[in-house]
């Protein structure tokens, strides 16, 4: 038996030799699988498959003939398929071949790519087969391909699955981003033998986009393969850790033929249904403890073509699975909650475009649909508001024309959102909380040069239809935003200069301007600006951001970038984008050093250092005054960071900071500048080996204020246990203290007060301390049918611990203030005359929160679901401000119940 593997063996090497990746001929079978153990079968099957056939063409209207996706490689079109071989790692040990081979045959025909995959492997029982949900990205033996239709070296699509048949999709943008929420409808299918495992795919054209074309085409393509046992991911085509981008790495795939596009129409119809049970307060005409309803509705999908996408829905269902986290804001900004509605994360890197500053953008859907703006009448005793605007219809277009122009539309109406009230004289009726609003995004990008040129823009509008009455005169009327990006590559992409302009520009009543003035990322009021007035007869506003960065990208150590960046005072896009920056000059360095090829102590690592600093236009009053550029500072930090990876697949990352003594713009909530303390910050965080059964992760943080008593430390972990190959298990617990010297409490303009422009600022000192314990359960009973849990809960406290007032302008400088407290309120007698000047509620809080959700998801076929939903919301508030966990936790589940009962169904039918 063992001369016939060798003879078998030389054969085949025999065959390889000069064979490129389209040769009909399959791999020889590796010398670790030569064994007595092995018998005759695999040894006629391995002959069999190493039998060399015709070339196939690639042709999209070929007719296959009966092909089962069953995980067998089995049938005889299979030989005569492209054939990839020859993996190379890029983990552990970047650039070295394969320690265990993988094969891939490529055929197209009947209107489909169809994928037939050997991963070689001499302990089958050792394949990791662990079960996730769809999309999971779980800790299993994976082998997927990637393909560049329109072999721009920048979009592509994914297709993966797991040795447990479970599928994973995502859609490739800007060459090195995912975007995971993308779906396509597509069959897999895979089997485990005493030769490793084998993986079968179809995946319909339909479902990706590409150019028609009577000639022959060629197409990006590359594979890849996860083996968990060690570590090991490989590539046909390399993609280096030493290089940004992924699109831009693939291999080939030469003379693809797709003369004609294929009918694409998806039509998926939807019924839900809901039960909402919570506690009704004793008069409450609009709730009684309990409320249901239904809907229906239809989301549409056609092809323009092969390469355009037009996306319909028809009363669309717009609610999210699961929650928002809870959260503690006392800044003065508002909390971006990430989109989770599926229209909206279908697709959404067409209309992504990010601007500096975390997850600041131009377009942030959560703005479609929002909760309403508008309050209940003061003469209500009872009144009933929708959550959310309801959103009547919403369309979107997305594609790329044959000359490369890769456009996106997306367009959105919700109407009139009105509340219930029953007033106190006894009569009913209902209040305008939302006008009807028409949102509308245009998206371009084209791009030069193989994709290492490209230049994008994006347009964006909103219309609102307020009412005659100037109810909602302090609502903009209309707001448009507009950005211009620009990307260049050269030098096999290792140099790279990037950057983009924004502008925005908002109109409305007086009021609505004279709002957006007044609001946190503006202050236009402040009674110190040099450079800023509030015009209350103002009508429009307008403003600019822009950034330019320099980066070396791809090198083997050494990498850095400079840039530099600037917004205006009257830059606006909260209306239809988001955006917490305030008029700035910005400017930084990076510097960094990496190493990826294993050593003696270290895996991998990577060191960098960084500056940034940001300065008011109010620098610009003297530009060549050290102290002007001093006082215009808003925000500073120089960094250190350090990433590492042990050879045991442990994990380190640690960082330090010292963010400088800054003027800051915000903390008196529209009054003059005041000094936000110097700090030095410390991180640490640190993780065990994920494909272990039982995995943890700890952390910890330290800041120091350099003046007054702020500061503060964190400690939390994550501990994940994996008890059985498809049950997964994760506690987050999170423990966190913090001072601050500088919490700001209120105002006022009693008993006016010159050092501080006539206005008494109060502020506090304030110890915060929260728990919080995220806990998730993954219980997958089958490819297509799993169980999610989550919760969250949460316990806050703050205790305002002394009172004080802002001595003066430009400092750090406090007086204390002795209130006096009857109740809830404190009295402040500030010329200490024995009368009360000035009075304000209490801030001390303890805040105890619930939030949770369960979900079973059955894909009971191919891109049809059904989901059965339980959200429940607990939440107490107590005017305490001590932390107490035993009696916060026990208040906590005390805390009366909101629940909502959700089931979904929906049903897909495709052509």
Same mark, same amino acid.
């Given at each position: ?39 005759? *079968? ?107 239709? &329109? ?16 599928? *994973? ?45 009577? &000639? ?368 700035? $000059? ?197 490819? *297509?049918?799993?169980?999610? $849990? ?29 209130? *006096? ?28 929160? $619930? ?57 897909? $039918?495709?052509?």
């Amino acid at each position: 038996m063992k001369r016939r593997l060798v003879g078998l063996r030389m054969v085949g090497m025999a065959v390889l030799i000069g064979i490129s990746a389209a040769s009909p001929v399959d791999a020889q079978v590796p010398p670790e699988l030569d064994s007595e153990s092995q018998d005759d *079968t695999a040894a006629a099957t391995a002959l069999a498959r190493m039998t060399p056939a015709p070339v196939a063409p690639l042709d999209a209207a070929r007719q296959l003939g009966p092909m089962e996706i069953d995980g067998r490689l089995d049938e005889e079109v299979w030989a005569g398929a492209r054939v990839f071989t020859g993996f190379i790692q890029q983990e552990p040990v970047e650039g070295d071949p394969a320690e265990h081979d993988t094969e891939v045959r490529v055929l197209i025909g009947d209107n489909a790519i169809w994928i037939a995959a050997r991963m070689w492997d001499p302990m089958p029982q050792a394949i990791d087969t662990r079960l996730t949900r769809r999309d999971g990205f779980g800790t299993s033996d994976q082998i997927g391909f990637m393909i560049d239709p &329109n072999r721009d070296g920048l979009t592509g699509y994914g297709f993966n699955v797991s040795a447990a048949g479970v599928q *994973t999709d995502i859609y490739l943008y800007d060459d090195d981003k995912v975007d995971r929420e993308w779906n396509a409808v597509w069959e897999s299918a895979v089997a485990v033998d005493e030769l490793g495992w084998t993986a079968e795919m179809r995946v319909p054209l339909s479902q990706v986009r590409y150019e028609a074309s009577d &000639n022959p085409q060629t197409w990006g393509i590359n594979f890849t393969r996860l083996r968990m046992t060690n570590n090991e991911r490989t590539f046909y085509a390399l993609v280096s850790r030493l290089r940004r981008g992924m699109v831009s790495q693939m291999g080939a795939i030469e003379d693809v033929l797709v003369s004609s596009p294929p009918l694409r129409l998806e039509v998926v119809p939807y019924m839900v249904t809901s039960l909402h049970r919570g506690p009704a307060v004793p008069g409450d005409p609009f709730f009684d403890g309990s409320a249901a309803n239904g809907r229906v509705g239809m989301d549409l999908s056609y092809g323009l073509g092969a390469a355009f996408t037009l996306d319909a829905t028809i009363n669309p269902d717009f609610g999210q699975v699961e929650a928002d986290p809870a959260v503690i804001n006392l800044s003065a900004f508002e909390t971006f909650f990430r989109e989770q509605r599926p229209f909206f994360t279908e697709d959404a890197r067409v209309f992504d475009f990010g601007l500096s500053g975390g997850s600041n953008s131009l377009f942030y859907s959560r703005r479609v649909g929002r909760a309403p703006q508008g309050r209940s009448p003061s003469t209500a005793a009872f009144s009933d508001a929708p959550e959310n605007a309801t959103i009547l219809g919403a369309a979107k277009l997305s594609g790329r024309t044959s000359n490369g122009l890769s456009i996106g539309v997306l367009g959105a109406v919700t109407g009139n959102e009105r509340g219930e009230a029953l007033y106190t004289d006894g009569s009913t009726g209902n209040f305008l909380v939302e006008p009807r609003s028409e949102y509308g995004v245009v998206s371009l990008a084209k791009d030069f040069n193989g994709g290492t040129t490209q230049i994008r823009g994006i347009g964006t509008a909103l219309r609102r239809e307020l009412p005659g009455d100037g109810s909602f005169n302090w609502l903009p009327s209309s707001a448009f935003n507009g950005g211009l990006r620009f990307d260049h590559q050269w030098n096999d992409r290792e140099w790279r200069l990037y950057g983009f302009v924004a502008g925005s520009h908002v109109r409305g009543d007086e009021a609505a301007i004279t709002r957006i003035q007044r609001a946190s990322n503006h202050y236009f009021q402040r009674p110190d600006a040099t450079r800023l007035t509030l015009d209350p007869t103002r009508t429009s506003i307008s403003g600019l951001d822009w950034r330019l960065q320099f980066a070396r990208q791809n090198a083997e150590h050494w990498t850095y970038s400079i840039w530099a960046a600037q917004v205006t005072s009257g830059f606006e896009i909260n209306d239809v984008g988001f955006s917490t920056r305030s008029e700035v $000059l910005d400017g930084g360095v990076r510097v960094g050093y990496r190493e990826i090829r294993p050593g003696s102590v270290f895996r991998n690592y990577d060191i960098s250092m960084s500056t940034f600093h940001n300065w008011s236009h109010e620098a610009l009053d003297d530009v060549f005054s050290v102290s002007s550029w001093h006082n215009a500072r808003a925000r500073g930090s120089y960094n250190l960071n350090l990433s590492s990876q042990f050879l045991n697949y442990w994990s380190v990352r640690a960082s330090g900071s010292y963010n400088p003594q800054q003027m800051s713009r915000q903390a008196t909530r529209g009054g003059p500048k005041m000094v936000g303390p110097a700090s030095l910050n410390a991180n640490f965080n640190m993780g065990t080996d994920e494909r272990k059964a039982v995995s943890f992760g700890l952390f910890a943080s330290f800041r120091d204020d350099r003046i007054g008593i702020g500061g503060g430390r964190s400690f939390g972990g994550r501990v994940r246990f994996q008890p059985s190959d498809n049950l997964s298990i994760s506690l987050g617990p999170d423990y966190n203290v913090s001072r601050s010297g500088d919490q700001y409490v209120t105002a006022t303009s009693v008993l006016p007060y010159s050092p501080t422009y006539g206005t008494r600022y109060l502020f506090a000192d304030i110890e915060q301390r929260s728990f919080s314990m995220e806990t998730r359960v993954d219980w997958t009973f089958t490819p *297509t049918l799993s169980l999610q $849990l989550y919760a969250q809960p949460l316990l806050s406290s703050g205790d305002y611990i002394r009172y004080k007032q802002l001595e003066t302008a430009e400092t750090f400088d406090f007086v204390s203030l002795t209130p *006096t407290q009857v109740g809830q309120t404190q009295d402040v007698d500030f010329d200490n005359n024995g009368s009360t000047d000035f009075s304000f509620t209490d801030r001390d809080f303890n805040v105890r929160s $619930l939030v949770g959700n369960a979900v079973l998801r059955w894909e009971y076929r191919p891109g049809s679901t059904i989901f059965f939903v339980w959200q429940r919301q607990q939440a107490e508030r107590a005017l305490l401000g001590d932390f107490d966990f035993g009696r916060d936790a026990s208040a906590l589940f005390g805390a009366p119940a909101d629940d909502r009962f959700i089931v979904k169904v929906n049903y897909w $039918l495709g052509l």
